[in-house]
Antibody
Framework: QVQLKESGPGLVQPSQTLSLTCTVS????????VHWVRQPPGKGLEWMGG???????DYNSALKSRLSISRDTSKSQVFLKMNSLQTDDTAIYFC??????????????WGQGTLVTVSS | DVVLTQTPPTLSATIGQSVSISCRSS???????????LNWLLQRPGQSPQLLIY???NLESGVPNRFSGSGSETDFTLKISGVEAEDLGVYYC????????FGAGTKLELK
């Protein structure tokens, strides 16, 4: 059974660095990708970036300078780090994965999301 | 970056009514591999998004067949044939041909 679960601090101060963890089960990180998507309160979805089974990464060009995604395959965890946080980074942060069965099922599985508030 | 424009932003429907949502892309979503990676997701209130349709018209496993998708290149439509109460929420189109972007969403509410 595929599961993803986000964890991290609920509150981050402006200018600080956000660190989130996505702990997965039911699949291997070495053969599947995991991506991060965020959603400001009451607003739409924004793809942030992802890490592929081979360890390569892709980032949203608007966030690339502040964002880093990594993983620990032995712990089945994917990490997001984003620096220089501002109040407009307040959002629910989701991790998600797709799967391939001859065709791509993009973002077929989602975690429950974790709310991060940027405030002093 | 690819921009997806969804209309209408809000849709009011009665139970049993059929409705459609449009999604237009600023670029063709036909990939070099021949597939078109336009997907539809539903986010019910307080929940994570759920994949409904992938590659324009394919129903994800477990999704009722009252949902259907159509379109090509830059113009796409999601149709719900007979809205049920559990269909209420925000619908997003999403493209995966040129990185990943989402439309702004269409909120389906009860009339």
């Amino acid at each position: 059974q595929v599961q993803l679960k986000e964890s991290g601090p609920g509150l981050v101060q402006p200018s600080q660095t956000l660190s989130l963890t996505c702990t997965v089960s039911g699949f291997s990180l070495t053969s599947n990708s995991v991506h991060w998507v965020r959603q400001p309160p009451g607003k739409g979805l924004e793809w942030m970036g992802g890490i592929w089974g081979d360890g390569s990464t892709d980032y949203n060009s608007a966030l690339k300078s502040r964002l880093s995604i990594s993983r620990d395959t032995s712990k089945s965890q994917v990490f997001l780090k984003m620096n220089s946080l501002q109040t407009d980074d307040t959002a629910i942060y989701f991790c998600t994965r797709h799967y391939y069965d001859g065709t791509w099922h993009w973002f077929a599985y989602w975690g429950q999301g974790t709310l991060v508030t940027v405030s002093s | 970056d690819v921009v997806l424009t969804q209309t209408p932003p809000t849709l009011s429907a009665t139970i049993g009514q059929s409705v459609s949502i449009s999604c237009r892309s600023s670029q063709s979503l036909l990939d070099s591999d021949g597939d078109t990676y336009l997907n539809w997701l539903l986010q019910r209130p307080g929940q994570s998004p759920q994949l409904l349709i992938y590659s324009v018209s394919n129903l994800e496993s477990g999704v009722p067949n009252r949902f259907s998708g159509s379109g090509s290149e830059t113009d796409f439509t999601l149709k719900i044939s007979g809205v049920e109460a559990e269909d209420l929420g925000v619908y997003y189109c999403m493209q995966a041909t040129h990185a990943y972007t989402f439309g702004a969403g269409t909120k389906l509410e009860l009339k």
